[in-house]
Antibody, heavy 117, light 110 residues
């Protein structure tokens, strides 16, 4: 059974870097894309970007200048770093298997990250 | 403002059939498969329809998807109270080189 679990700080100060990890169990990273998606309070879903098992990445154009997604197969994890955050980055962040033309078929439970001083 | 346009709300009585539309353009829906997600209150989204009209294992055949040109739709027949949720469409946009989602449709079962 494929399971994804997000982890990381729930509170980040403005201008700092948001860092989250997603631990994957029950699935191999091979031949899959792994995405981060966020949802601001009361709003819709926004795709942030994905990493492929080769390490190749693609990011949302609106976030590209601030985002890094990376893979650590030895830890069964992929991670998200979002730099220079503002209150507009406050959201529930989900990790998901999918991207690159393939459905987001498994999702983590999501983690709320608030940006506030 | 979302690249894909969905009605913000929809409703229907138990047993009825409802459809939720998703409108896009030639670089997204017009060129790629459409996906639908169901998000029950307080939970993560769940894949409902993939590759426009395919249901994952475990999704009832009351749910069906289709598309024509640059628009797609999700149909739910035999509406049940547990179908009350937010529904999102999504697809790859080749021009933006990004996944795009609709703004979501809140379905109320009357």
């Amino acid at each position: 059974q494929v399971q994804l679990q997000e982890s990381g700080p729930g509170l980040v100060k403005p201008s700092e870097t948001l860092s989250l990890a997603c631990t994957v169990s029950g699935a191999s990273f091979n031949n899959y894309y792994w995405s981060w998606i966020r949802q601001a309070p009361g709003k819709g879903l926004e795709w942030i970007g994905y990493v492929y098992n080769s390490g190749n990445t693609t990011y949302s154009p609106s976030l590209k200048s601030r985002v890094t997604i990376s893979l650590d197969m030895s830890k069964n994890q992929f991670s998200l770093k979002l730099r220079s955050v503002t209150a507009a980055d406050t959201a529930v962040y989900y990790c998901s298997r999918g991207g690159g033309g393939i459905a987001f078929d498994y999702w983590g439970q999501g983690t709320l990250v608030s940006v506030s001083s | 403002q979302s690249v894909l346009t969905q009605p913000p709300s929809s409703s229907g009585a138990p047993g009825q059939r409802v459809t939720i539309s998703c409108s896009g353009g030639s670089s997204n829906i017009g060129a790629n498969s459409l996906y639908w997600y169901q998000q029950l209150p307080g939970t993560s989204p769940k894949l409902l329809i993939y590759k426009t009209d395919q249901r994952p294992s475990g999704v009832p055949d009351r749910f069906s998807g289709s598309k024509s040109g640059t628009s797609g739709s999700l149909a739910i027949s035999g509406l049940r109270p547990e179908d009350e949720a937010d529904y999102y469409c999504a697809t790859w946009d080749g021009k933006l080189r990004a996944w795009v989602f609709g703004g979501g449709t809140q379905l109320t079962v009357l």
